[in-house]
Protein backbone atom coordinates (compact mmCIF):
# COMPACT_ATOMS: atom_id res chain seq x y z
CA UNK A 1 0.00 0.00 0.00
CA UNK A 2 2.92 2.33 0.86
CA UNK A 3 4.50 1.83 -2.63
CA UNK A 4 1.61 2.09 -4.65
CA UNK A 5 1.44 5.80 -2.27
CA UNK A 6 4.38 6.88 -3.43
CA UNK A 7 3.65 5.55 -6.85
CA UNK A 8 0.80 7.72 -7.16
CA UNK A 9 2.40 11.12 -5.76
CA UNK A 10 5.48 10.41 -8.44
CA UNK A 11 2.60 10.29 -10.84
CA UNK A 12 0.94 13.21 -9.69
CA UNK A 13 4.52 15.28 -9.16
CA UNK A 14 5.24 13.80 -12.88
CA UNK A 15 1.95 15.21 -14.06
CA UNK A 16 2.46 18.42 -12.39
CA UNK A 17 5.34 19.17 -14.05
CA UNK A 18 4.57 18.39 -17.57
CA UNK A 19 1.41 20.68 -16.77
CA UNK A 20 4.07 23.41 -15.84
CA UNK A 21 6.35 23.02 -18.21
CA UNK A 22 3.64 23.08 -20.62
CA UNK A 23 2.71 26.40 -19.82
CA UNK A 24 6.47 27.51 -20.47
CA UNK A 25 5.70 26.50 -23.83
CA UNK A 26 4.81 28.92 -26.68
CA UNK A 27 1.19 30.55 -26.00
CA UNK A 28 0.56 31.86 -29.80
CA UNK A 29 0.33 29.81 -32.90
CA UNK A 30 1.62 31.12 -36.37
CA UNK A 31 1.67 29.42 -39.49
CA UNK A 32 2.52 31.03 -42.63
CA UNK A 33 3.09 29.75 -46.19
CA UNK A 34 3.92 31.85 -49.41
CA UNK A 35 3.62 31.10 -52.92
CA UNK A 36 4.72 33.12 -56.28
CA UNK A 37 2.18 33.19 -58.91
CA UNK A 38 1.95 34.66 -62.35
CA UNK A 39 -1.68 35.98 -61.39
CA UNK A 40 -2.17 39.49 -61.07
CA UNK A 41 -2.90 40.64 -57.35
CA UNK A 42 -6.24 41.80 -58.91
CA UNK A 43 -7.36 38.16 -59.40
CA UNK A 44 -5.90 36.98 -56.33
CA UNK A 45 -7.75 39.03 -54.27
CA UNK A 46 -10.84 38.62 -55.80
CA UNK A 47 -11.27 35.36 -55.01
CA UNK A 48 -10.03 35.63 -51.37
CA UNK A 49 -12.28 38.58 -50.39
CA UNK A 50 -15.09 36.21 -50.70
CA UNK A 51 -16.38 32.99 -50.02
CA UNK A 52 -18.20 32.19 -53.36
CA UNK A 53 -15.17 30.38 -54.21
CA UNK A 54 -13.59 29.30 -51.08
CA UNK A 55 -13.95 25.59 -52.09
CA UNK A 56 -12.21 25.47 -55.22
CA UNK A 57 -8.89 26.15 -53.50
CA UNK A 58 -9.77 25.16 -49.63
CA UNK A 59 -7.53 21.97 -48.66
CA UNK A 60 -10.38 20.80 -46.45
CA UNK A 61 -13.14 21.13 -48.87
CA UNK A 62 -12.69 17.30 -49.98
CA UNK A 63 -12.38 15.52 -46.36
CA UNK A 64 -16.33 15.49 -46.05
CA UNK A 65 -18.21 16.52 -49.60
CA UNK A 66 -21.24 16.25 -47.53
CA UNK A 67 -19.98 19.40 -45.04
CA UNK A 68 -23.17 21.84 -45.32
CA UNK A 69 -21.99 25.16 -46.06
CA UNK A 70 -24.46 28.23 -45.55
CA UNK A 71 -23.59 31.88 -46.13
CA UNK A 72 -24.48 35.39 -45.20
CA UNK A 73 -23.79 38.92 -45.54
CA UNK A 74 -22.70 40.56 -48.13
CA UNK A 75 -21.02 38.71 -50.82
CA UNK A 76 -17.74 40.15 -50.21
CA UNK A 77 -15.97 42.15 -48.33
CA UNK A 78 -15.82 42.75 -44.82
CA UNK A 79 -19.51 40.87 -42.99
CA UNK A 80 -19.35 38.12 -45.69
CA UNK A 81 -19.59 34.98 -43.34
CA UNK A 82 -19.58 31.45 -44.03
CA UNK A 83 -20.83 28.92 -42.07
CA UNK A 84 -19.75 24.90 -42.01
CA UNK A 85 -21.09 21.67 -40.50
CA UNK A 86 -19.99 18.69 -40.78
CA UNK A 87 -20.02 14.78 -38.80
CA UNK A 88 -16.72 14.26 -39.81
CA UNK A 89 -14.43 14.62 -36.62
CA UNK A 90 -11.54 16.48 -38.42
CA UNK A 91 -14.70 19.34 -39.54
CA UNK A 92 -16.85 19.59 -37.41
CA UNK A 93 -18.87 22.65 -37.20
CA UNK A 94 -17.27 26.34 -37.32
CA UNK A 95 -17.60 29.67 -39.00
CA UNK A 96 -15.57 32.50 -40.47
CA UNK A 97 -16.12 36.13 -41.51
CA UNK A 98 -14.15 38.72 -43.58
CA UNK A 99 -13.58 41.61 -40.95
CA UNK A 100 -11.21 43.69 -43.13
CA UNK A 101 -10.13 43.74 -46.75
CA UNK A 102 -7.68 46.66 -47.90
CA UNK A 103 -8.08 46.33 -52.07
CA UNK A 104 -5.94 44.38 -53.23
CA UNK A 105 -3.42 43.89 -50.89
CA UNK A 106 -4.95 42.32 -47.85
CA UNK A 107 -8.00 40.29 -46.37
CA UNK A 108 -8.21 39.27 -43.00
CA UNK A 109 -10.81 36.98 -41.41
CA UNK A 110 -11.79 35.71 -37.62
CA UNK A 111 -12.11 32.02 -37.27
CA UNK A 112 -14.48 30.47 -34.66
CA UNK A 113 -14.16 26.64 -34.28
CA UNK A 114 -16.47 26.39 -31.26
CA UNK A 115 -15.09 24.57 -28.40
CA UNK A 116 -11.65 24.13 -30.44
CA UNK A 117 -11.21 27.71 -30.03
CA UNK A 118 -10.83 30.65 -32.25
CA UNK A 119 -7.88 31.82 -34.45
CA UNK A 120 -7.32 34.89 -37.02
CA UNK A 121 -6.36 34.24 -40.93
CA UNK A 122 -4.90 36.32 -42.97
CA UNK A 123 -3.87 37.21 -46.78
CA UNK A 124 -1.02 39.52 -47.70
CA UNK A 125 -0.93 39.70 -51.58
CA UNK A 126 2.50 41.19 -52.42
CA UNK A 127 2.95 42.76 -56.71
CA UNK A 128 5.84 41.76 -58.02
CA UNK A 129 7.00 42.62 -61.70
CA UNK A 130 5.47 39.23 -63.06
CA UNK A 131 2.54 38.58 -60.76
CA UNK A 132 2.59 38.57 -57.07
CA UNK A 133 3.40 37.01 -54.06
CA UNK A 134 0.63 35.56 -52.08
CA UNK A 135 1.19 35.02 -48.19
CA UNK A 136 -1.23 33.22 -46.22
CA UNK A 137 -0.89 33.03 -42.38
CA UNK A 138 -3.20 31.45 -39.43
CA UNK A 139 -3.12 32.67 -35.67
CA UNK A 140 -4.32 30.93 -32.31
CA UNK A 141 -4.21 32.19 -29.07
CA UNK A 142 -4.14 28.73 -27.10
CA UNK A 143 -4.85 30.08 -23.68
CA UNK A 144 -3.57 28.72 -20.65
CA UNK A 145 -4.42 25.21 -21.50
CA UNK A 146 -0.84 23.06 -21.43
CA UNK A 147 -2.44 20.46 -23.11
CA UNK A 148 -3.87 22.69 -26.09
CA UNK A 149 0.33 24.20 -25.87
CA UNK A 150 1.89 20.62 -26.62
CA UNK A 151 -0.55 19.84 -29.18
CA UNK A 152 0.48 23.49 -30.67
CA UNK A 153 3.99 22.10 -31.15
CA UNK A 154 2.45 20.04 -34.06
CA UNK A 155 0.65 22.66 -35.83
CA UNK A 156 2.71 23.87 -38.20
CA UNK A 157 4.40 20.51 -39.16
CA UNK A 158 0.55 19.05 -39.32
CA UNK A 159 -1.29 21.71 -41.33
CA UNK A 160 1.83 23.03 -42.89
CA UNK A 161 1.20 20.73 -45.72
CA UNK A 162 -2.48 21.80 -46.51
CA UNK A 163 -2.04 25.82 -46.78
CA UNK A 164 0.70 24.87 -49.38
CA UNK A 165 -1.69 22.28 -51.04
CA UNK A 166 -4.41 25.49 -50.78
CA UNK A 167 -2.10 28.11 -52.08
CA UNK A 168 -1.03 25.99 -55.03
CA UNK A 169 -4.92 25.72 -56.29
CA UNK A 170 -5.59 29.29 -55.37
CA UNK A 171 -2.47 30.20 -57.60
CA UNK A 172 -3.47 28.16 -60.28
CA UNK A 173 -7.16 29.59 -60.25
CA UNK A 174 -5.98 33.17 -60.11
CA UNK A 175 -3.85 32.47 -62.81
CA UNK A 176 -6.54 31.26 -64.80
CA UNK A 177 -8.34 33.78 -64.19
CA UNK A 178 -5.86 36.23 -64.92
CA UNK A 179 -5.51 35.15 -68.20
CA UNK A 180 -9.10 35.13 -68.97
CA UNK A 181 -9.38 38.11 -67.71
CA UNK A 182 -6.95 39.99 -70.34
CA UNK A 183 -7.94 43.14 -71.10
CA UNK A 184 -7.99 43.83 -74.61
CA UNK A 185 -9.25 46.39 -77.68
CA UNK A 186 -12.16 45.00 -79.93
CA UNK A 187 -14.41 45.98 -82.98
CA UNK A 188 -17.92 46.03 -81.92
CA UNK A 189 -20.58 46.22 -84.59
CA UNK A 190 -23.45 47.71 -85.02
CA UNK A 191 -26.28 45.73 -83.04
CA UNK A 192 -29.97 46.62 -82.76
CA UNK A 193 -31.54 45.84 -79.30
CA UNK A 194 -35.03 46.13 -77.46
CA UNK A 195 -34.25 48.64 -74.51
CA UNK A 196 -35.83 49.36 -71.02
CA UNK A 197 -35.01 52.71 -69.11
CA UNK A 198 -34.64 51.92 -65.63
CA UNK A 199 -33.39 53.90 -62.36
CA UNK A 200 -32.30 51.19 -59.56
CA UNK A 201 -30.82 51.80 -56.18
CA UNK A 202 -27.42 49.84 -56.09
CA UNK A 203 -28.72 47.55 -53.91
CA UNK A 204 -31.63 46.60 -55.77
CA UNK A 205 -29.91 47.02 -58.87
CA UNK A 206 -30.05 42.50 -59.09
CA UNK A 207 -33.40 42.15 -58.79
CA UNK A 208 -34.77 45.27 -61.08
CA UNK A 209 -32.50 44.37 -64.08
CA UNK A 210 -33.61 40.53 -63.53
CA UNK A 211 -37.29 42.01 -63.77
CA UNK A 212 -36.49 44.44 -66.97
CA UNK A 213 -34.96 41.69 -68.41
CA UNK A 214 -37.84 39.24 -67.43
CA UNK A 215 -40.68 41.87 -69.04
CA UNK A 216 -38.46 42.71 -72.35
CA UNK A 217 -38.52 38.73 -73.35
CA UNK A 218 -42.00 39.17 -72.40
CA UNK A 219 -42.88 41.43 -74.69
CA UNK A 220 -40.71 40.16 -77.68
CA UNK A 221 -42.20 36.57 -77.32
CA UNK A 222 -46.18 38.19 -77.34
CA UNK A 223 -44.72 39.18 -80.91
CA UNK A 224 -43.28 36.25 -81.49
CA UNK A 225 -39.71 37.28 -81.67
CA UNK A 226 -36.75 36.22 -79.25
CA UNK A 227 -33.70 37.78 -78.24
CA UNK A 228 -30.31 36.96 -79.57
CA UNK A 229 -26.96 37.24 -77.94
CA UNK A 230 -26.27 37.92 -74.74
CA UNK A 231 -28.48 40.39 -72.06
CA UNK A 232 -26.94 43.95 -71.86
CA UNK A 233 -26.65 46.72 -69.44
CA UNK A 234 -26.28 50.24 -71.41
CA UNK A 235 -24.39 52.49 -68.48
CA UNK A 236 -26.27 56.13 -68.68
CA UNK A 237 -25.22 57.30 -65.07
CA UNK A 238 -24.08 56.04 -61.95
CA UNK A 239 -23.65 57.86 -58.33
CA UNK A 240 -22.93 56.29 -55.10
CA UNK A 241 -26.64 55.92 -54.33
CA UNK A 242 -27.96 54.92 -57.51
CA UNK A 243 -27.63 53.46 -61.61
CA UNK A 244 -29.40 54.73 -64.67
CA UNK A 245 -28.88 52.69 -67.59
CA UNK A 246 -31.02 51.00 -70.06
CA UNK A 247 -31.46 47.27 -69.90
CA UNK A 248 -31.34 45.61 -73.32
CA UNK A 249 -31.88 42.69 -75.45
CA UNK A 250 -29.83 41.66 -78.79
CA UNK A 251 -32.69 41.29 -81.72
CA UNK A 252 -31.95 40.08 -85.28
CA UNK A 253 -31.64 43.31 -87.76
CA UNK A 254 -33.98 42.13 -90.19
CA UNK A 255 -37.30 42.33 -87.20
CA UNK A 256 -35.95 45.65 -86.07
CA UNK A 257 -37.72 48.05 -88.23
CA UNK A 258 -40.68 46.01 -87.14
CA UNK A 259 -40.16 45.89 -83.95
CA UNK A 260 -39.15 49.86 -83.62
CA UNK A 261 -42.85 50.30 -85.03
CA UNK A 262 -44.51 47.94 -82.66
CA UNK A 263 -42.63 49.27 -79.99
CA UNK A 264 -43.50 52.53 -80.32
CA UNK A 265 -46.79 52.80 -78.99
CA UNK A 266 -45.03 50.55 -76.10
CA UNK A 267 -44.74 52.56 -72.79
CA UNK A 268 -41.20 51.99 -71.81
CA UNK A 269 -39.98 49.83 -74.16
CA UNK A 270 -38.30 51.17 -77.58
CA UNK A 271 -35.46 49.94 -80.42
CA UNK A 272 -32.49 51.52 -80.23
CA UNK A 273 -29.61 50.91 -82.48
CA UNK A 274 -25.78 50.84 -81.03
CA UNK A 275 -22.95 51.93 -83.44
CA UNK A 276 -20.51 49.80 -84.29
CA UNK A 277 -17.51 51.33 -82.61
CA UNK A 278 -14.07 50.27 -81.21
CA UNK A 279 -13.98 49.41 -77.59
CA UNK A 280 -11.87 48.19 -74.79
CA UNK A 281 -13.27 44.74 -73.33
CA UNK A 282 -12.14 43.32 -70.04
CA UNK A 283 -13.54 40.35 -68.41
CA UNK A 284 -15.13 39.36 -64.78
CA UNK A 285 -15.68 36.18 -63.51
CA UNK A 286 -17.97 36.08 -60.42
CA UNK A 287 -20.66 37.92 -58.91
CA UNK A 288 -22.16 40.78 -60.93
CA UNK A 289 -22.39 42.82 -57.95
CA UNK A 290 -18.60 42.60 -57.58
CA UNK A 291 -17.11 44.16 -61.35
CA UNK A 292 -15.25 46.99 -59.92
CA UNK A 293 -11.69 45.15 -60.99
CA UNK A 294 -12.88 44.96 -64.70
CA UNK A 295 -13.62 48.69 -64.75
CA UNK A 296 -10.26 49.21 -63.15
CA UNK A 297 -8.68 47.29 -65.88
CA UNK A 298 -9.98 48.96 -68.47
CA UNK A 299 -9.28 52.59 -66.92
CA UNK A 300 -5.41 51.00 -66.77
CA UNK A 301 -5.38 49.42 -70.46
CA UNK A 302 -7.18 53.39 -71.48
CA UNK A 303 -4.62 55.34 -69.84
CA UNK A 304 -1.48 53.13 -71.13
CA UNK A 305 -2.92 53.01 -74.45
CA UNK A 306 -3.47 56.70 -74.92
CA UNK A 307 -6.85 55.70 -75.55
CA UNK A 308 -9.91 58.31 -75.28
CA UNK A 309 -13.35 57.31 -73.45
CA UNK A 310 -15.59 57.86 -76.49
CA UNK A 311 -19.23 56.61 -75.40
CA UNK A 312 -21.40 54.80 -72.41
CA UNK A 313 -19.96 52.07 -70.51
CA UNK A 314 -21.94 48.30 -71.61
CA UNK A 315 -21.90 45.22 -69.71
CA UNK A 316 -22.51 42.01 -70.86
CA UNK A 317 -24.16 39.01 -68.87
CA UNK A 318 -22.58 35.86 -70.09
CA UNK A 319 -24.45 33.66 -67.47
CA UNK A 320 -28.11 33.80 -66.05
CA UNK A 321 -27.15 33.92 -62.03
CA UNK A 322 -30.44 32.18 -61.80
CA UNK A 323 -29.37 29.52 -62.73
CA UNK A 324 -25.48 29.56 -62.57
CA UNK A 325 -23.29 29.42 -59.92
CA UNK A 326 -22.24 32.91 -58.54
CA UNK A 327 -18.42 31.37 -59.45
CA UNK A 328 -19.04 30.21 -62.74
CA UNK A 329 -20.50 33.84 -63.66
CA UNK A 330 -18.83 35.81 -66.28
CA UNK A 331 -19.32 39.26 -68.03
CA UNK A 332 -17.33 41.58 -70.12
CA UNK A 333 -17.21 45.18 -69.99
CA UNK A 334 -16.89 47.49 -72.98
CA UNK A 335 -16.40 50.70 -72.52
CA UNK A 336 -16.30 52.64 -76.15
CA UNK A 337 -13.01 54.42 -77.08
CA UNK A 338 -11.02 56.61 -80.07
CA UNK A 339 -7.29 56.14 -80.33
CA UNK A 340 -5.84 59.72 -78.91
CA UNK A 341 -4.11 62.00 -81.72
CA UNK A 342 -0.54 61.79 -82.15
CA UNK A 343 1.56 64.83 -81.81
Given at each position: ????????????????????????????????????????????????????????????????????????????????????????????????????????????LDMDFGQKGSARSNWH???????????????????????????????????????????????????????????????????????????????????????????????????????????????????????????????????????????????????????????????????????????????????????????????????????????????????????????
Open positions: MIVLKRILVWLAAILVLIALAGLLLPRQVHIERKLASHATPQAVYAIVNSFARYNEYSPWARIDPATRYTFSGPVAGPGARMRWESKHPSMGVGSQVITSSDPPRSVSIEPTSDGCVIIWTFDMDLGMNPIARYMGLTFDRLLGADFEAGLTRLGSIAEADTEAQKTTLVDLPERSVVATSRTSRLADVPNDIAAAFAMLRTELARNGWQAVGHPLAISRRLTPEEWQYEAALEIDAAIAAGARSRFRRSPGVKVLTLPATLAVRATHNGSYEQMQPAYDSADRFIAENGLVVDGDVIEEYLADPASTAVSQLRSHVYVPVTRGREE
